[in-house]
Structure formats: structure tokens, C-alpha cells
Nanobody, 122 residues
Framework: VQLQASGGGLVQAGGSLRLSCAAS????????VGWFRQAPGKEREFVAA????????YYADSVKGRFTISRDNAENTVYLQMNSLKPEDTAVYYC????????????????WGQGTQVTVSS
């Protein structure tokens, strides 16, 4: 499966962005999807994940209550709605997928998109 992340940009603190992860190739509905982010000089960290059906979602503590992950399997797309953004949310955001995942584990995902930059100004 090929993944394309988009929707990043520059936003002021308190603002919102919606990231999209569009998939092509194999049957996307069979894959769980996660979002990760990586800030300069830091390791890639887990943000959110969603099961193949969309019935189960998982969030990092740092984004709970502010970010929402969802998916539209008919459109082969997973979304990350980010509200109440903070400067510490600034990073390159990546989407990743696999059939079976440990949601927060980078190594659990075999397929990765190219990343989209999110910058939150104070």
C-alpha cells in the first residue's frame, strides 16, 4: 500500500489543521493506520492510530482531547483533525499502515507516507 500525507501548514497557536493520509494499492480497508510525528533532533513519536474498521482509536496522552483520528474506507483516506494546536505540536507528521499493529510502536508499521510539515507559531 502506498500512502500520501497532506494538509500540513503554518498555523497560530490555538488554531486547527486537518491532515489527510490517502492510500492506494492494496485493499486499504484491511489496514490499521497510525500517525506519528518527528520534531528536529527528536525521535519519531506516536500521535494516534485507528483500527481497520475505525471502531478502535488510540491517542498519545499529549494529544488526547485535542486531536481526532477518523477514516473513510470508501475514499481510502484517514484523517487527523488537530484542534487547539500548541507550538510543541510542531513537527513533520507521518502516516503509516499495516495489517496488524501495536498502535504506538514505530516498528509495527511496514508502510509509511512521506510526511507533511506542521508548524505552530506562538
Amino acid at each position: 500500500v502506498q500512502l500520501q500525507a497532506s494538509g500540513g501548514g503554518l498555523v497560530q497557536a490555538g488554531g486547527s489543521l486537518r491532515l489527510s493520509c490517502a492510500a492506494s494499492g492494496r485493499t486499504f480497508g484491511n489496514y490499521a493506520v497510525g500517525w506519528f510525528r518527528q520534531a528536529p533532533g527528536k525521535e519519531r513519536e506516536f500521535v494516534a492510530a485507528i483500527s481497520w474498521s475505525g471502531h478502535s482509536t488510540y491517542y498519545a496522552d499529549s494529544v488526547k482531547g485535542r486531536f481526532t483520528i477518523s477514516r473513510d474506507n470508501a475514499e481510502n483516506t484517514v484523517y487527523l483533525q488537530m484542534n487547539s494546536l500548541k507550538p510543541e505540536d510542531t513537527a513533520v507528521y507521518y502516516c503509516a499502515a499495516d495489517r496488524t499493529i501495536l498502535p504506538g510502536e514505530v516498528r509495527s508499521y511496514d508502510y509509511w507516507g512521506q510526511g507533511t510539515q506542521v508548524t505552530v507559531s506562538s
